[in-house]
């Protein structure tokens, strides 16, 4: 016991913290519908605002934090009010990507405002012993933690039993309509409940930096996404259970960290609060957790319904555009590879998401595994590292063709797994659990000897293809290998949306409980769905692989599912299915290739603010049909008007003039 | 009569709540069974508890004659069992040919995970043929190209309807069909429910709370009031009962009403 008693007291304290942001996104989520993906970049923005004010302008710490807390707190929480009711009644992928739109904005701000490295954030309080509990010191700023953690949550229970204000609070929960009919704002309730929400992220944010060794943007955006678990426990509902369970899911982590010493376990305290989250919302009945405010069912759009000819023309002259790019682009050839790659990516999210309805944040997952399927079953041995390209890999003779197959059927498998909380959630909760998955890749298979452990920093590689008259191995001859199997793809998946399964899917995205009633197993589909989309994102990795060889962990970083899905959702406001993909392939590889101002941090945040404009403004989905047809009409009244104005010329011109 | 779906002492339970307590009812092939109540009855959750979304405490319920008590509600639907909803559950982005073309492809997906890719030609045709005789049975077919969303309340109703013909299903429980409907859509589409039983003999239980409708069309009643049954018999016999009466307290003067629109009809 005495061994753990460290851990227990260092687990409280960061728990608590992770109670106390726990009940900020507990409290918003059962106010607004809204569930706050960006809560943990809130934090993050709010201790580097904490930074900025005592250590660079030497403000008193007291001071700082107020002033830390008001903006983000007070002015977040006002912004987030106004941002949630605009998303009322949008589809709940929608919302899913406004608030991740808003996650990234905020990282790529931070990354861009104060840099990559990161930055040591000395502790403020003091940290002198306060006393010593079998030999184990406990200092007075973790006890200042805990104390600020324990006397939020005793101050919001009360308020919300014993106030008027927090009556009122609770009462938006259960009937807004009614409470604005007996004359008390709901929108006022909410504004002040996103206040006390953001302002607990934007306190957690300022209390959990110095217990880090350094801060940096994701690491802090991830550490309150620990608070996901704590709200996990309370399931979405309960502040007590929220603010316990943190504690709790802190013990747990800080004891996992003594525990599991040796990689690739030691990642699992990291996603110790995921954990518990996928355990909980698979035990737990969907009919048991709150339901957002979001619409599952999709709405009518008609795409703009162009004459076959034409349409048919545009893809002929993309295919023969794309052909003739080596001729066109020289070097950079290896961009455009990439870009392609991504396409499939693009069109396995898009198939997910916009057909079926589902979603997932483990994308980057899939893509991953597909990578290093691909490198498996085409390199024997890597031999001793030279400084050639590929010279000293050993192969293992499996054919490309074959092996990117093998990668998409691995892919697939695990995908399939995936489809197991499909069945049981919908919506956020999926969006959370394939989320969770995605970190467990990042902290604890990636670093594994399977995948991308264990191997020296030059990564996994793939061997290129043979292909066509190109000279073996040469980027052209991987370019073309690359092209054939994206046009592949793209038919393959168009196909299917037509097909059957693709009425289905749609059929399950409006409604899943008709189609039940119907006599379609639904989660037979689910399962179909995840597989066909987890199959092609790794198709997706092994092409991605075979162009730029060697590939590293850090192509698959969890934060990259994010910005795939935000990209895809703007580039799908404009575009239709096999479009978007190229569409959204562009804007992620082919655009920063040329602009080198476009880097990662400001590519985060240009997307992020779109995804977020696109949210708001047309529940993703620019309605190209009605514009069309609008435009149509105008034009053919205009013509009328017109023919009119010939024919009875005097009569409108006085009706003109008189308007004028 | 041939056996349709017969409930045995059926009790369903929200939590602590008891919705359900006790309902036996029958409702045979070539009849037009209603269940009908006051509202907050357990009419809907009866419903559920047949087509299998919700799992019933206690009782049984028998789909010609084999007990269907554990099967889920796809499986339920593969036996000939279909519903509609009271609150419409309507392919919202779709037309109202490809929602009454799902009602007969859904059921085609079976358990073969293989046939939910795909479908054969002559599926393909059999669906065509399907939606084309539904939206005919309804007098949909000018609206066959219309997106559902721009359709009023009434014709949302017959689409649903229509899905419902078109799977091909042999017991039907329809939920509150007429709400929504005026005067002259209700009286259309109790015509097409006495077609659908008396021409092809299928068997349907409604629920309804237009009482017009209900007298006007149905062979036999069953009341619930408070999850508990209190009265069957033809419409005569349920308008006649004090007891119903009493249950639809405060609507009496509805009830009156409806009598004199079945004796009009």
Sequence with gaps: ?660 | MTAGLEVRDLSVRYGGNVAVAGVTLSAPMGRLTGLIGPNGAGKTTTFNACSGLLRPATGQVLLFDSDVTRLGPARRARRKLGRTFQRMELFSSMTVAENVALGREAGLGGSNPLRQFLASPAQRRAVQAATEEALDACFITDLAHQAVETLSTGQRRLVELARVLAGGFRMLLLDEVSSGLDHAESEHLGGILRRLVDERGVGILLVEHDMALVMAVCDYLYVLDFGKPIFEGTPPEVQASPIVRAAYLGSEAGLQAAGHAAKVV
Excluded at chain 1, 189 to 217: E, H, M, N, Q, Y
Excluded at chain 1, 334 to 356: D, E, K, M, R
Excluded at chain 1, 419 to 448: E, H
């Design chain 1, 1 to 660: 016991m005495k061994e753990f008693l460290p851990f227990i007291i260092v687990g409280t304290v960061t728990g608590s913290l992770y109670g106390l942001a726990g009940l900020g996104l507990v409290l918003t989520y059962r106010t607004s519908g809204v569930f706050n993906f960006a809560h943990g970049a809130l934090a993050a923005a709010s201790a580097y605002g904490f930074y900025t004010l005592h250590f660079n302008m030497h403000l008193p710490w007291p001071v700082a934090l107020l002033i830390a807390v008001g903006v983000f707190g007070g002015v977040g929480g006002v912004l987030l009010e106004r941002l949630s009711r605009g998303l009322t009644g949008v589809r709940t992928a929608t919302i899913i990507v406004a608030t991740i739109g808003l996650l990234l904005f905020l990282q790529g701000f931070l990354y861009w405002r104060y840099g990559l490295a990161r930055r040591n954030f000395p502790d403020f309080l003091p940290t002198k012993t306060a006393f010593t509990v079998l030999e184990v010191t406990v200092s007075w700023a973790q006890i200042i933690n805990v104390a600020v953690g324990t006397a939020s949550f005793v101050a919001l229970f009360l308020f919300l039993r014993r106030t008027r204000l927090g009556v009122s609070m609770r009462a938006v929960v259960s009937a807004p309509d009614l409470l604005g009919l007996a004359g008390t704002s709901p929108v006022r309730i909410r504004v002040i409940s996103w206040v006390i929400g953001c302002s607990f992220a934007a306190l957690t944010g300022i209390l959990i930096s110095p217990t880090l060794v350094g801060i940096d943007a994701i690491l802090l955006t991830a550490l309150v996404v620990q608070a996901f678990g704590a709200v996990a426990i309370g399931r979405f509902q309960s502040l007590p259970l929220t603010y316990l369970g943190g504690i709790a899911i802190g013990i747990l982590a800080a004891v996992a960290q003594k525990q599991f010493l040796k990689p690739p376990l030691n990642g699992i305290s990291s996603v110790t609060p995921f954990l518990v989250l996928i355990a909980v919302l698979l035990i737990t009945p969907a009919r048991k957790l709150p339901v957002g405010v979001g619409r599952l069912a999709g709405t009518a759009r008609r795409g703009l319904r162009l004459p076959p000819a034409v349409s048919a023309g545009a893809a002929l002259a993309a295919v023969v555009g794309l052909v003739a790019l080596p001729q066109l682009v020289g070097n950079r050839l290896p961009i455009y590879g990439s870009a392609l790659a991504f396409v499939v990516l693009f069109l396995s999210l898009s198939f997910l998401t916009q057909v079926s309805g589902q979603i997932s944040l483990a994308h980057s997952a899939f893509l991953a595994i597909g990578a290093v399927t691909m490198s498996h079953l085409t390199v024997e041995s890597y031999g001793a590292t030279g400084s050639g390209n590929l010279g000293k890999v050993a192969g293992t003779g499996i054919p490309w063709a074959v092996a990117l197959l093998g990668a998409g059927a691995v892919t697939a498998l695990v995908g399939a797994v995936l489809a197991l909380p499909a069945m049981r959630t919908t919506g956020v909760y999926l969006a959370l659990v394939t989320f969770g998955f995605g970190l467990l890749m990042d902290n604890v298979l990636s670093p594994s000897g399977l995948m991308f452990g264990g191997t020296s920093q030059a990564g996994r590689r793939v061997l290129r293809p043979d292909f066509g008259p190109f000279h073996p191995g040469s980027d052209k001859s991987v370019y073309y290998a690359i092209l054939a199997v994206v046009l592949i793809c793209c038919a393959v998946l168009s196909a299917l949306r037509r097909a059957r399964l693709g009425r289905y899917l749609r059929g399950m995205a409006d409604s899943p409980t008709a189609l039940t009633t119907l006599g379609l197993g639904v989660n037979t589909t689910r399962l179909i769905v995840f597989s066909v989309s987890a199959f092609f994102a790794g198709i997706a990795g092994a092409l991605f692989a075979t162009q730029t060889s060697p590939v590293t962990a850090f192509s698959f970083n969890v934060t990259n599912s994010l910005l795939y899905l935000t990209i895809l959702i703007v580039a799908a406001t404009v575009a239709g299915f096999v479009t978007s993909a190229f569409v959204a392939a562009a804007l992620l590889v082919v655009v920063p290739a040329y602009l080198s101002s476009i880097t990662f941090e400001v590519q985060s945040m240009l997307f992020g603010l779109a995804a977020l404009l696109a949210a708001v403004v047309s529940d993703g989905r620019v309605d190209w049909g009605s514009i069309a047809a609008r435009f149509r009409s105008r034009l053919a009244s205009a013509a009328t008007a017109s023919e009119e104005r010939r024919a009875h010329g005097p009569v409108t011109a006085r009706v003109e003039g008189a308007e004028a």
